[in-house]
């Protein structure tokens, strides 16, 4: 099967939480969260919003994920993003975001 949404697992499940979404988890199955009426599965790396694909732009857009925690990742693949290695250089990127200096360049 290939896999449908390819944004790192954590960083998903964190939008969740932050958006405040219950999460239920289906041993050797996947999770589902629930929020209201809403219900998302992942299942086999794929999502779906009652019951239909989510494309990675609208998990994106649905749950405020940061595009560049998203490179993030990417750039420092094989390492898992909340290793030592990977935590460190996330927090790096977003201090170096929000530094006063990059604003004064914009």
């Not at 932050?18 to 809403?38: E, P, Q, S």
């Not at 239909?52 to 732009?57: A, T, V």
């Not at 927090?91 to 990059?102: F, T």
């Amino acid at each position: 099967m290939k896999k449908i949404n390819n944004i790192n697992y954590m960083l998903v499940h964190e939008a969740f939480e932050r958006d405040g979404w219950t999460m239920y988890h289906y041993l050797m199955r996947g999770n589902k969260w629930v929020k209201g009426n809403d219900t998302v599965t992942c299942f086999r790396g794929g999502y779906k919003l009652n019951g239909e694909p989510l494309s990675n732009e609208y998990l994106v857009e649905m749950l405020h994920i940061d595009r560049r925690a998203i490179d993030v990742c990417e750039a420092i693949a094989p390492h898992e993003v909340h290793g030592a290695y990977g935590r460190a250089f996330l927090d790096g990127v977003r201090w170096a975001d929000a530094h006063p200096a990059k604003k004064e360049k914009q």
